[in-house]
């Protein structure tokens, strides 16, 4: 199993030279293998996020500190090169939702939601920024808030969801034109700050809360609006100070996995009724310092450790629950796994 791995370079205090490649047992595997380091395949500065486009040998990097997002075409076996020029989005970029024709950036910096357009190659062709949002709690605080967009969910064909932790708000955006339209949002608690969602096979939306480290269910009612239906803490083992990261389900959709930053543990939520609810069931380990990012393989979950710069993997036993790590591995800087075809 490859995975891509995107990492904090100098200019974001982290010690990544750029887009690197890990691997999981041999290259057949699709479990949680010995992990192996090989190294950086494509040098670009703090490429924090990573996206595949759905068809083209083409990746999509974030590149936070620079605020822009850069194309990479795969040339040959372990080595990617630049696929034209990085392109301006906004202040401190760290998500992209990668389609056939378009992109959706999300930028915590300045709030911006960006779509980038592509050509027939995966190359970028061109870009405009969504309405701004706006503070449903507004006037609460003595200093104005700052919009800090997270990251983009597709919830239906041609709507994509946005989440703003600095604003406490999931919007809704009717894709296919020119410019995203705002069809919908969704307030959560004063504070909670949404990071980032899935959408789960019952329909439901799930969104992990950065700062408050609960967890939101968002449905939509037959008219197809969307509301917020249940919500939960994590668990009651989460510290003062922690705060959520990653959200991933099981492949069979009835545990939720969340990265919990700080304590450095994993929350693992049972998905109950009919999607509508979860609860939480264990909260373990992490294995590394500051969980910034996680995926679900075969038989268990690799953790990216920002600050302990490696990456671990942890068994699932028989309940889904996360056991010590089995394997690790050091990797500088780790954001963000993607795992290649």
């Not at 924090?48 to 486009?53: I, N």
């Not at 980032?196 to 008219?223: K, M, N, R």
Request: proline share 7%; hydrophobic share 40%; charged share 20%.
């Amino acid at each position: 199993m490859r995975l891509l791995v995107g990492g904090y370079t100098t200019d974001m205090d982290g010690t990544a030279e750029g887009i690197g490649l890990l691997t999981a047992g041999d290259a057949d595997s699709t479990s949680a293998g010995a992990l192996s380091w090989r190294g950086t395949l494509a040098s670009a500065p703090s490429p924090s996020w990573v996206a595949k486009h759905p068809t083209l040998d083409v990746v999509y990097a974030t590149l936070e500190g620079a605020g822009a997002v850069q194309a990479f075409r795969e040339r040959g076996p372990d080595q990617w090169v630049a696929l034209g020029q990085p392109t301006p989005v906004g202040a401190a970029p760290c998500h992209i939702l990668a389609g056939r024709e378009r992109l959706f950036v999300t930028c915590w910096g300045d709030g911006q939601v960006v779509q980038v357009e592509l050509d027939a190659d995966g190359g970028i062709r061109g870009s405009v920024t969504a309405a701004a949002a706006s503070d449903p709690y507004a006037g609460y605080d003595p200093e104005p808030r700052v919009s800090h967009a997270h990251q983009s969910i597709v919830v239906a064909p041609g709507v994509v969801a946005t989440t703003d932790m600095g604003f406490d708000l999931v919007r809704f955006w009717r894709t296919g034109s020119r410019a995203p339209r705002r069809i919908q949002e969704v307030t959560l608690p004063r504070g909670s700050g949404p990071r980032h969602g899935i959408l789960h096979p019952s329909g439901h939306l799930y969104i992990v809360a950065e700062l408050s480290c609960e967890l939101f269910v968002l449905a939509q009612d037959d008219a197809g609006t969307w509301a917020l239906v249940g919500g939960t803490p994590l668990g009651a083992g989460t510290l003062d100070g922690d705060t959520a990261a990653e959200l991933t389900r099981s492949s069979d959709g009835t545990l939720l996995y969340a990265g919990v930053r700080g304590s450095n543990t994993m929350a693992v939520m049972r998905v109950t009724g009919e999607g509508e609810a979860a609860s939480p069931l264990a909260l373990v380990e992490a294995g590394v310092d500051w969980p910034r990012h996680h995926i679900v393989v075969a038989d268990g979950l690799l953790v990216a450790g920002q600050r302990s710069n490696d990456v671990a993997a942890l068994p699932l036993d028989a309940r889904g629950i996360p056991g010590r790590p089995t394997t690790r591995t050091e990797v500088p800087s780790p954001t963000c796994l993607l795992r290649l075809p």
